[in-house]
């Protein structure tokens, strides 16, 4: 889902589990969390490339 308020563009990615607050009872080597939080974050990273949010083609 997309939403747009002033100048900000908000995405939703349902994942069924908070993709930003990693289980801080569990180690970060075990169950490959490090690993899981990098595969989230170059994910995040594509939608940016992809959209050119990280380009001023939104302002005239």
Known sequence: ???FRK???YIKIP????S???DLSK???G???ASKIQIDLDAMLQIVKI???N???WTS
């Not at 994942?15 to 908070?18: E, S």
């Open 1 to 3: 889902a997309l939403s």
């Open 7 to 9: 100048s900000k563009i």
């Open 15 to 18: 994942r069924g589990y908070d």
């Open 20 to 22: 930003f607050e990693p």
């Open 27 to 29: 180690p970060i080597r």
């Open 31 to 33: 169950d490959k969390l």
């Open 51 to 53: 959209l050119k949010l």
């Open 55 to 57: 380009e001023k083609i």
